[in-house]
């Protein structure tokens, strides 16, 4: 029985394929079963939505279902809504409510698609899953290692560092070693109906909404003052929970007498006055930061890096940043080599030693001010 290489000659016997109905989990389907071993696909719905227009999961699972068919795969369904609303949304919205901005999409990975999904992928025979994340892992020395995706571009190890080392152990990235249009081409020569299919966006299962409307359902709207830093107010906004450090969309600040035509920023808030502050300046101290703090630390080979040249980032997407790192605990400060802007609590900062991520931690406080 021949095994691919992204299973890294892991004895398997049985894989567990995620399908969400789009072009990568689609892809992935096709390699897995390409690779000879046995598997199924199941589709997984964490979300009960009160509509169809934001979160079309009846067509994902339509899409799912006709894939397998295609691909002559046994597909299940399971629905996790409940341990989806216990263990990531309801963390989403307290972050929100005490006025950081968290990302849900990293404790979804670990909490839902590689816990509980692996959990039910378990008790139908499967030893692995397989996700169409753009990430790869190699093994050294008995120890799993996650690390970057072949496109850069794509790349979602970001949003997998806080996954356990038993969970990478389980896990296997078919497409994690080709690049998006790659996978397009090759869906669409395996006749795969999804294969030109859009990109999913949006917080992770519940789909593309405006996040201020999205989130006025569980956190009220609370008109309050917008002011500039020396507490002049030149505006309301209806609840700080809903402004993130460094937004200047959406802040409904026409001209301001004696200011410059130029955006505004926020810079800072207090969710106790329910005030949020903003600037001209994009570069405002309040904006700016070498150094930060993080809690909830977590690493993926169960270590932490030592005596490690590192890089990290702050965001999705951001280039890698040159950092120093000091551990204390589940605690840890760490030093930019140049000043990074809106490093806002609740986000996390990832790090990586060239393509190998390591795992990273919550931003919990930093050198720029928060609450003015």
């Not at 703090?293 to 005596?307: D, F, H, I, R």
């Amino acid at each position: 029985m021949h095994q691919a290489d992204f299973f890294c000659e892991q004895p398997v016997e049985k894989v567990m394929i995620a399908m969400s109905g789009g072009v990568d989990s689609s892809l992935t389907a096709k390699l897995v079963l390409d690779s000879g071993v046995d598997c199924a696909g199941m589709f997984m719905k964490n979300w009960e939505e009160q509509d169809d227009q934001h979160c079309p999961a009846q067509v994902d699972a339509d899409d799912a279902r006709q894939v397998a068919a295609h691909l002559q795969l046994k597909l299940y369904t399971r629905n996790f809504a409940a341990e989806y609303w216990d263990d990531v949304f309801q963390q989403f919205l307290e972050e929100y409510r005490i006025g950081r901005t968290p990302n849900p999409d990293i404790l979804c990975n670990r909490e839902i698609k590689f816990k509980v999904f692996a959990e039910h992928a378990e008790d139908l025979g499967a030893s692995h899953i397989a996700t169409g994340h753009y990430a790869r892992k190699k093994v050294s020395d008995g120890i799993h290692w996650l690390c970057r995706g072949a496109d850069y571009n794509k790349d979602q190890s970001y949003f997998l560092y806080a996954i356990t080392q038993q969970q990478l152990q389980r896990s296997v990235f078919p497409i994690g070693g080709l690049h998006k249009p790659q996978v397009r081409e090759l869906a669409a020569a395996a006749g795969i109906v999804v294969h030109a299919k859009r990109d999913s966006t949006g917080i992770c299962f519940i789909g593309e909404r405006r996040l201020r409307d999205f989130l006025g359902q569980w956190l009220p709207p609370k008109t309050g003052a917008i002011c500039l830093e020396n507490g002049q107010i030149i505006g309301e906004h209806t609840g700080a929970q809903y402004y993130t450090l460094g937004q200047r969309q959406g802040l409904g600040i026409g001209g301001v007498r004696g200011a410059a035509e130029a955006p505004w920023y926020v810079i800072g808030k207090n969710m106790e006055k329910n005030i949020i502050y903003i600037s001209q300046n994009q570069e405002h101290s309040a904006l700016m930061s070498n150094q930060l703090e993080l809690n909830n630390l977590s690493w993926v080979s169960e270590q932490a890096p030592v005596n490690a040249s590192l890089s990290a980032k702050i965001r999705y997407r951001q280039q890698d940043q040159d950092c120093e790192l000091s551990i204390n605990g589940d605690q840890a400060v760490v030093h930019f080599a140049d000043r990074q802007w809106a490093a806002t609590p609740g986000q996390s900062v990832v790090f990586y030693s060239q393509d190998i991520c390591h795992g990273g931690g919550i931003i919990n406080s930093s050198n720029a001010q928060v609450i003015l």
